[in-house]
């Protein structure tokens, strides 16, 4: 990339240690202009200094607001930055909501030491996706889906992989904002969905669903 055009980075993150660590390595970069952060989709919005990004690196496990969520608003309000996905969820409708809701990467956090050359393909017109989704991306045409045990939604997928890291519902919660009494409501939805009765089964019947 040319000097000349320098660019805006954002990252909307609400792991601090990791959102620090991208920060860091965005800062190095020299054609990178100034990194700006935001640790929560609420914060985003408000800030008018988002009318200046070029592209924004987006964590998908946020509270309240998820990051599907975000990209999503962006896109319809016809926003121009070009957002990147960044996060250790790899489910298949995770990464098909991404981007079909407008990002043009979805990278596992895992992979940032790439970054130089994540900015370099987007910001040149590209997209760009981890090796290892890209697989699930292309074994996804392959697969035929004959029940609901795969239809929950991004909600219901953000819990659920909270439940399997063994989170309570007060604790899920509080941490996206939700009344328990909505909580116990999506996990009931989850659990009949895929037909299981435990946190147990739900865990083998989520990671043979490859929805972990």
């Given at each position: ?169 007060s604790s899920i919660a509080e941490l996206l904002l939700l009344s328990e009494h909505t909580v116990h409501g999506y996990v009931k939805s989850i659990y009949k969905k895929l037909m299981v009765h435990n946190r147990v089964e739900l865990t083998l019947k989520a990671q043979k669903l490859s929805l972990?």
């Open positions: 990339m040319d000097r000349k055009k320098s660019i805006t980075v954002g990252i909307l993150e609400n792991d601090e240690f990791f959102l620090n660590e991208v920060k860091e390595r965005l800062k190095s970069i020299p054609e990178i202009d100034s990194v700006l952060t935001w640790e929560s989709a609420e914060n985003f919005f408000k800030d008018p200094a988002i009318e200046s990004l070029d592209i924004l690196f987006l964590d998908i496990m946020l509270s309240g607001m998820t990051g599907i969520d975000v990209v999503g608003k962006m896109n319809e309000s016809g926003s121009k930055i070009k957002v990147i996905m960044l996060t250790n969820m790899s489910s298949d409708e995770m990464i098909f909501n991404s981007i079909k809701n407008g990002a043009l990467g979805y990278i596992l956090k895992s992979d940032i030491g790439r970054i130089r050359e994540i900015i370099e393909v987007v910001k040149g017109g590209g997209a760009t996706i981890t090796p290892t989704i890209a697989l699930r991306v292309f074994s996804s045409f392959r697969k035929v889906k004959t029940n609901e045990e795969e239809s929950l939604t991004d909600r219901e997928t953000q819990i659920l992989q909270l439940l399997v890291k063994g989170k309570k519902i972990l």
